[in-house]
């Protein structure tokens, strides 16, 4: 488990990450530098959360290349199998913070709003948050375990 802090949070106003308390996450893998993540109000695992109530969630990254592209997926990964819960394959126009092309260093903040249908099945969940450049490869990767109630 990492806590990521940084001390540029605050400085930014980023509507859920100005707390100071941003959601544990396991790195998955990644070559980008994740700078904090929250998914609703969750501060410890695992995660709660009512279907069909919607879940901001907030990632706040810094690039590690020139991104042209990003795409976003939020899936939640049950015994092997990936259910997508959230998909924007044009994240970058959505950006809180920053805009592509990206530069090297450039800090980037992206806003997903999602609700989880009353069609998954009451289970706990490991959510993976994913963002991927135009090349495919993986920016930012960060698991959080998480139930649906």
């Given at each position: 488990?990492?806590?990521?802090?940084?001390?540029?949070?605050?400085?930014?106003?980023?509507?859920?990450?100005?707390?100071?308390?941003?959601?544990?996450?396991?790195?998955?893998?990644?070559?980008?530098s994740?700078?904090?993540?929250?998914?609703?109000?969750?501060?410890?695992?695992?995660?709660?959360?009512?279907?069909?109530?919607?879940?901001?969630?907030?990632?706040?990254f810094?690039?590690?290349?020139?991104?042209?592209?990003?795409?976003?997926?939020?899936n939640?990964?049950?015994?092997?199998i990936?259910?997508?819960?959230?998909?924007?394959?044009?994240?970058?126009?959505?950006?809180?913070?920053?805009?592509?092309?990206?530069?090297?260093?450039?800090?980037?903040?992206?806003?997903a709003?999602?609700?989880?249908?009353?069609?998954?099945?009451?289970?706990?969940?490991?959510?993976?948050?994913?963002?991927?450049?135009?090349?495919?490869?993986?920016?930012?990767?960060a698991?959080?375990?998480?139930?649906?109630?």
């Amino acid at each position: 488990m990492r806590l990521p802090h940084a001390p540029t949070i605050g400085l930014l106003l980023l509507p859920l990450l100005t707390t100071g308390t941003e959601t544990p996450y396991s790195d998955c893998g990644f070559t980008g530098s994740l700078v904090g993540l929250q998914l609703g109000s969750c501060r410890e695992w695992p995660c709660v959360f009512e279907r069909g109530v919607p879940i901001a969630g907030e990632v706040l990254f810094k690039a590690v290349s020139n991104y042209r592209t990003l795409k976003t997926t939020i899936n939640a990964l049950f015994g092997g199998i990936a259910i997508p819960l959230y998909v924007d394959e044009q994240m970058c126009t959505k950006l809180l913070i920053g805009q592509c092309p990206a530069d090297i260093g450039e800090s980037l903040s992206y806003l997903a709003n999602l609700t989880v249908g009353h069609d998954l099945p009451t289970i706990t969940v490991t959510l993976e948050w994913n963002i991927a450049n135009g090349d495919g490869e993986t920016v930012v990767c960060a698991q959080v375990p998480a139930q649906f109630h």
